[in-house]
């Protein structure tokens, strides 16, 4: 009986991989590469006995999850009727033998939408055993039309340390710049989130905005959150963050926040 899995090792890339600095819970290795790029690199198969295929995801990280073991993901950012193409590239070939060099490739979506995403090489040998994701690479991709992050500035609440009841309204406003439309692309909001201290775990809200109107490269917003009356006691740390049109994201900014 055949139970030993594939190996799969990548190298030759044609961009040069930085170390991971695009979600906290990112894998070690990364690439930064943009709309209409080509992005190549050889894999080499090998299993003791015959392999069968292999296979290329590349799917979106937007939500900052990881494939590895424990640990807890991101928030999952609100859907929006946008313009630009949240890119995912599946391939599968057919291969033989005990070890195969391929130079691969893929091409990322002219008008892609920016932020984070996952590429993983995966082989397959004639038992069916899998290399379960042994090369997984997290790529930063930037949209050409505009590289560069929107200004998040918050003008309320003025203090960064909260002290809070169930059921109580939180009010947030601010402005939100850019060098480029906060329009223009379909991706642009502001949205508020919060990750329970003592557990670690994140959660959307359903406060947030969507930018609409013209191509504005200047908006103000005014946000309200109740908190739920069903929500734990204890420590939290509540973020709003910005997105612009093409999802740049914004810098962060953090409240300590103390529900009674």
């Not at 009986?1 to 979600?23: A, R």
């Not at 998040?152 to 002290?163: A, E, F, K, Y």
Request: proline content about 3%.
């Amino acid at each position: 009986m055949d139970t030993k899995i594939p190996n799969v090792t990548l190298d030759g890339f044609s961009i040069q991989p930085v170390k991971s600095e695009f979600c906290p819970n990112a894998e070690d290795i990364g690439f930064r590469v943009g709309g209409g790029d080509n992005f190549s690199f050889t894999a080499t198969f090998i299993d003791d006995k015959s392999l069968s295929f292999f296979m290329i995801d590349v799917h979106n990280n937007f939500d900052c999850h990881s494939h590895k073991t424990g640990v807890i993901p991101g928030v999952t950012i609100p859907s929006q009727n946008a313009k630009t193409i949240d890119w995912t590239h599946q391939t599968k070939e057919n291969i033989s033998g005990s070890a195969v060099t391929k130079l691969l490739n893929v091409r990322i979506p002219e008008n892609v939408t920016a932020g984070n995403y996952h590429l993983s090489v995966k082989a397959i040998d004639g038992a069916k055993n899998e290399s379960e994701n042994q090369q997984v690479y997290n790529l930063m991709v930037v949209n050409k039309v505009d590289i560069l992050p929107p200004l998040l500035q918050v003008m309320s609440p003025g203090s960064t340390s909260i002290n809070a009841k169930k059921g109580d309204n939180l009010k947030f406003s601010g402005i939100v710049t850019d060098n480029y439309s906060l329009i223009k692309g379909g991706n642009g909001l502001v949205l508020l989130s919060y990750t329970n201290l003592s557990t670690g775990y994140n959660f959307i809200t359903d406060t947030y905005k969507y930018f609409s109107g013209d191509e504005e490269t200047l908006l103000k917003f005014d946000l309200d959150h109740k908190i739920s009356s069903t929500i734990a006691a204890g420590e939290y740390k509540f973020s709003l963050v910005a997105f612009d049109g093409v999802r740049n994201v914004s810098n962060q900014v953090d409240y300590s926040v103390k529900i009674q």
